[in-house]
């Protein structure tokens, strides 16, 4: 059944919403498990704390996607509460539907920063988020975009507007479903040659990125590409070169268009990086 991402900044009201619309799939799709994988869920320490610390984020992230993947099955909506603000983890997590068959959903709390930092100082002040690091959160948000493939269905809730019920229903329950992968097409679309190419694209991509980092560049960029990787910490060659067969894996997934192969290799940097 359906993968359900909640998006937004911290103090959004994301974890409503996300209790909001598992009653909502409960009232009208009883025959359904509704899990809510949280942030919450896996942590031993302030919201706060986490966040500000970019390898503790990365780990709680790995460990969400984990437990997505255990759950995400024809019987079970999941629901992830989460700030989901990268773009690169979206779209792994969307590749995670991919593979599982089933739909895909974001719901983009859309907030003004008034509302946030209200809902903030509301918080008990050992889990409120400190002005610095809810400022670095949301500078570093990259908002859902609809035109991205792995940011659709996208479903924008303003503030403390209702729910969008039939909306949502219509995404979640009667959506499309995504094919897991060209094997199950009738027509083949020769992806072995795909892989071929995307396979030189990222190993030049990869070498661009080396130099840089030979430079001492904490700022990662390709020719082409206007997304840039913004490092927090010392990388090690031997970690890129993992990434780039991380990536290649999840495209087997889902072949791509090789046009497109070098923005979302970029994408899938952010999120495993920055």
Not at 59 to 64: A, K, T
Not at 93 to 104: D, E, G, P, R, V
């Amino acid at each position: 059944m359906p993968l359900l991402l909640l998006a937004g900044h911290p103090s959004s009201g994301k974890s409503t919403r996300a209790n909001e619309i598992k009653e909502l799939l409960k009232s009208n799709q009883s025959q359904f498990e509704i899990q809510i994988v949280s942030d919450n869920d896996f942590i031993d320490t302030s919201l706060d704390t986490l966040y500000a610390d970019s390898k503790r984020e990365k780990q709680l992230r790995g460990v969400i996607k984990a437990e997505v993947q255990r759950l995400l099955n024809k019987q079970t909506v999941v629901i992830i509460d989460s700030l989901n603000y990268i773009k690169g983890y979206r779209y792994e997590l969307f590749c995670l539907s991919k593979a599982c068959h089933t739909t895909h959903c974001v719901v983009y709390c859309q907030c003004t920063r008034q509302y946030v930092d209200e809902r903030n100082d509301l918080r008990v002040e050992s889990n409120r988020y400190s002005r610095e690091t809810m400022d670095a959160l949301i500078q570093r948000f990259e908002e859902p975009n609809s035109m991205n493939r792995w940011d659709s269905p996208l479903i924008t809730i303003h503030n403390d507007e209702s729910l969008p019920n039939q909306t949502i229903l219509d995404a979640v329950i009667r959506g499309k479903i995504l094919p897991p992968n060209l094997s199950t097409q009738i027509e083949p679309v020769a992806p072995l040659e795909l892989l071929h190419e995307i396979d030189r694209l990222t190993q030049d991509a990869v070498q661009q990125l080396l130099t840089q980092l030979q430079l001492g560049s904490n700022c990662l960029k390709l020719d082409g590409v206007d997304d840039k990787v913004y490092l927090s910490r010392d990388v090690q060659p031997s970690e890129l070169r993992k990434l780039r067969k991380q990536f290649i894996h999840i495209v087997k997934l889902k072949p791509i268009e090789s046009s497109s192969t070098l923005q979302l290799f970029i994408n899938f940097l952010i999120g495993n990086l920055s």
